[in-house]
């Protein structure tokens, strides 16, 4: 048996599946969205005891912009899919999105040895699969900049933390109503699933869904930083998606808090990983 120093480190594959492009300067100086999780995802495992690796595959299935949805048979060897975020509405019906939810109800339903993760956009669209109902603030408001999330006690069993709040990255005016349930799934569900939502703002009720041993999303933003967050406000200004120019400025001058990027995707790794066992059981 080789020194420990001579073993290879335990890897986790991650899939990430593309579903926007970053702003050009964003994209010249951190890559594109899979590359900026890829690097975010590394130094978490860095920090695991003892230490991951994250191998990290992308697709961007964005089929209007050049993308393409992949087809079931290119998940073979893939056991972790994690879905971006995205200025697209995870309610719309864009023949990408549709087509894309067809893949990953055959993906749950054919493949349970596949976990789920999803960001903002991509924690949306798996509520939507499971029958939630995605819609904009009831008073059109955004949720903006370096934001308080309270957690649950399943949240602070997620992220090992003793605190009942985290802070992060938000962007975005659509929300999940309410977590799924059996009842909304049709049938993807089965009668009395858990399904926990491990944390809340005054803005958003459902920050993000755990299933154990199948999904873990978020609707905050975990490996945005400053720069991202002043160009991804300015780009929904001058889109004329964001009005309410106080606001965005707000925001803007939160950006660069601290926040906890690296302790989500280090739980969303630990998950990734098959280190939830019991987490809300």
Same mark, same amino acid.
């Given at each position: ?16 599946? /593309?579903?926007? /492009? ?41 089929? /209007? ?187 803007? /001058? ?28």
């Amino acid at each position: 048996m080789g020194s420990d120093s001579e073993k290879e480190i335990a890897k986790v594959r991650m899939m990430v599946l /593309e579903t926007d /492009e970053p702003d050009r300067d964003t994209l010249n100086e951190r890559g594109s969205f899979a590359e900026i999780l890829h690097h975010h995802f590394a130094t978490a495992g860095h920090n695991h005891d003892p230490p991951l690796g994250i191998e990290t595959d992308q697709r961007f299935v964005v089929t /209007e912009r050049g993308g393409r949805v992949p087809r079931y048979d290119e998940f073979e060897d893939v056991h972790s899919i994690l879905i971006t975020g995205s200025v697209f509405d995870a309610h719309g019906n864009n023949e990408w999105i549709l087509e894309l939810l067809q893949l990953l109800r055959e993906l749950y339903i054919r493949r349970s040895d596949i976990k789920f993760s999803g960001i903002c956009f991509g924690h949306q669209l798996l509520c939507r699969l499971f029958g939630s109902e995605i819609k904009p603030e009831p008073k059109g408001l955004w949720e903006l900049g370096h934001s308080r999330i309270n957690l649950t006690e399943v949240g602070q069993s997620l992220f090992k933390t003793d605190s009942n709040e985290v802070y992060l990255h938000q962007m975005h005016q659509d929300q999940v109503v309410a977590p799924p349930s059996s009842e909304s799934s049709d049938g993807l569900l089965p009668p009395g699933a858990k399904v926990y939502v491990w944390g809340s703002s005054d803005h958003t009720r459902v920050q993000g869904v755990f299933i154990a041993n199948r999904i873990f999303t978020t609707q905050a933003h975990l490996a945005f930083d400053e720069a991202m967050v002043h160009r991804q406000i300015q780009m929904r200004v001058e889109a004329g998606s964001i009005q309410d120019l106080e606001h965005a400025d707000r925001a803007k /001058e939160t950006a660069h808090l601290e926040h906890d990027g690296v302790t989500v995707a280090a739980a969303i790794l630990r998950f990734f990983h098959d280190e939830d066992k019991g987490v809300g059981n």
